[in-house]
């Protein structure tokens, strides 16, 4: 089987970004009427940036350009055996109105290790994140300034090369473009309820659940469809073989939240291989840990969570990710049963949490871990 070719990291990572901007940029009325209502993932910026790769070559071709569409032969490699990867970060604007996006080098780590799982070629870190801030440099004037809101940023790279054969592709395109984006979920902060999915599976030990791939979330929609058939918003997963310990909901990891006030515990899923390794997850565990919380990595199932919450042990459930940051859970239902979580209602540790990773990300508290990344 052919497999990507190795890449210089140093020589790769040194490859600069030509700057072809558009020459009918938006005018300041134009942009500001398509940024009054922006939902999510609507409304995209004026430029994006692709970098080419092919065996032998490498990296290539590293270009900021307007925003446009993209040629796809019919025999695109992608099309058929779905060789695609992405990820997604967030540029906020700070109090002093610059701009910051938070945990870049994670991201691009996470890209990495994506790509690796696919089989596709690992785009260097810092060039992963000087196309970023190239992005962002350009259509700075995007980001927006409203609480609760964001420039959503989404990096992607998927094959290129044409050809029906079963194998690694020996080209890619590595793009990045911008969204600007409200509140996820629609009503900003407000419970969600979840529907457990106990006929179908996300993810499988040995599979791609850890690697942020498109073909996990194809495989996903069928059971969000059976989610808001049921009346729920979100799906939860469970694990693959025995179909009880509690894996995470939708595209967002989850966290349980047994007692309260400063005796409280916080638990997330540990990571399995099936899970994907959030980023938001992984800051929610320090920034828990920060605030004297007991936090911590281990297996839930289905009866803890439906017997904590009976017997008041369970007091909070929430989700987390990129796109909604944090989102509470406030009802679950099942095929053989349902129940309210706590009150029903977001509880204060979740929304104490929120508050503290919000507040780094948009600088208006002190980043002791160095996650913010200044754009210049």
Same mark, same amino acid.
């Given at each position: 089987?052919?497999?990507?070719?190795?890449?210089?990291?140093?020589?790769?990572?040194?490859?600069?970004?030509?700057? =072809?901007?558009?020459?009918?940029?938006?005018?300041?009325?134009?942009?500001?009427?398509?940024?009054?209502? #922006?939902?999510?993932?609507?409304?995209?910026?004026?430029?994006? *940036?692709?970098?080419? %790769?092919?065996?032998?070559?490498? %990296?290539?071709?590293?270009?900021?350009?307007?925003?446009?569409?993209?040629?796809?032969?019919?025999?695109?490699?992608?099309?058929?055996?779905?060789?695609?990867?992405?990820?997604?970060? =967030?540029?906020?604007?700070?109090?002093?109105?610059?701009?910051?996006?938070?945990?870049?080098?994670?991201?691009?780590?996470?890209?990495?290790?994506?790509?690796?799982?696919?089989?596709?070629?690992?785009?260097?870190?810092?060039?992963?994140?000087?196309?970023?801030?190239? /992005?962002?440099?350009?259509?700075?004037?995007?980001?927006?300034?409203?609480?609760?809101?964001?420039?959503?940023?989404?990096?992607?790279?998927?094959?290129?090369?044409?050809?029906?054969?079963?194998?690694?592709?020996?080209?890619?395109?590595?793009?990045?473009?911008?969204?600007?984006?409200? #509140?996820?979920?629609?009503?900003?902060? =407000?419970?969600?309820?979840?529907?457990?999915?106990?006929?179908?599976?996300?993810?499988?030990?040995?599979?791609?659940?850890?690697?942020?791939?498109?073909?996990?979330?194809?495989?996903?929609?069928?059971?969000?469809?059976?989610?808001?058939?049921?009346?729920?918003?979100?799906?939860?997963?469970?694990?693959?073989?025995?179909?009880?310990?509690?894996?995470?909901?939708?595209?967002?990891?989850?966290?349980? *939240?047994?007692?309260?006030?400063?005796?409280?515990?916080?638990?997330? #899923?540990?990571?399995?291989?099936? &899970?994907?390794?959030?980023?938001?997850?992984?800051? /929610?565990?320090? &920034?828990?840990?920060?605030?004297?919380?007991?936090?911590?990595?281990?297996?839930?199932? *289905?009866?803890? %969570?439906?017997?904590?919450?009976?017997?008041?042990? &369970?007091?909070?459930?929430?989700?987390?990710?990129?796109?909604?940051?944090?989102?509470?859970?406030?009802?679950? =239902?099942?095929?053989?049963?349902?129940?309210?979580?706590?009150?029903?209602?977001?509880? #204060?540790?979740?929304?104490? /949490?929120?508050?503290?990773?919000?507040?780094?990300?948009?600088?208006?508290?002190?980043?002791?871990?160095?996650?913010?990344?200044?754009?210049?």
């Amino acid at each position: 089987m052919t497999t990507a070719a190795p890449q210089e990291p140093a020589l790769q990572a040194s490859l600069s970004i030509d700057l =072809k901007p558009t020459a009918h940029p938006l005018s300041d009325t134009e942009r500001a009427t398509r940024l009054e209502n #922006p939902g999510f993932g609507r409304v995209f910026t004026e430029h994006m *940036v692709t970098i080419k %790769w092919s065996a032998g070559r490498g %990296w290539y071709d590293a270009q900021l350009t307007p925003y446009a569409s993209l040629d796809i032969d019919p025999a695109n490699m992608t099309l058929h055996y779905a060789q695609s990867i992405f990820e997604g970060l =967030k540029a906020y604007r700070r109090p002093d109105g610059g701009v910051a996006t938070f945990r870049p080098y994670a991201n691009a780590e996470r890209f990495q290790r994506s790509a690796r799982r696919l089989a596709m070629p690992e785009l260097p870190q810092d060039l992963f994140v000087a196309a970023v801030d190239a /992005l962002i440099r350009q259509d700075i004037a995007w980001v927006p300034g409203e609480p609760e809101e964001s420039l959503y940023i989404r990096p992607f790279m998927f094959a290129t090369e044409v050809g029906l054969g079963v194998r690694p592709s020996n080209e890619f395109l590595f793009v990045v473009i911008a969204s600007p984006a409200g #509140p996820y979920f629609a009503g900003g902060v =407000k419970p969600v309820s979840v529907w457990l999915s106990q006929e179908y599976v996300r993810a499988v030990p040995g599979g791609t659940g850890a690697a942020k791939c498109a073909g996990n979330y194809a495989a996903s929609l069928v059971a969000q469809a059976q989610a808001i058939e049921q009346g729920c918003d979100q799906v939860v997963w469970l694990d693959a073989v025995e179909r009880r310990w509690i894996e995470e909901m939708g595209g967002m990891n989850l966290y349980f *939240v047994y007692g309260e006030g400063e005796d409280a515990r916080i638990v997330t #899923p540990r990571l399995t291989g099936s &899970l994907l390794p959030g980023i938001t997850r992984d800051s /929610l565990l320090r &920034l828990a840990a920060d605030r004297g919380y007991a936090a911590e990595e281990a297996q839930i199932s *289905v009866d803890d %969570w439906r017997e904590g919450n009976a017997n008041g042990t &369970l007091t909070e459930v929430f989700a987390c990710g990129t796109a909604a940051v944090i989102t509470p859970v406030g009802s679950v =239902k099942s095929s053989t049963a349902s129940w309210t979580v706590g009150t029903g209602e977001a509880g #204060p540790i979740t929304m104490e /949490l929120r508050k503290a990773l919000v507040d780094i990300q948009t600088g208006r508290a002190e980043d002791v871990h160095g996650w913010t990344h200044t754009i210049a």
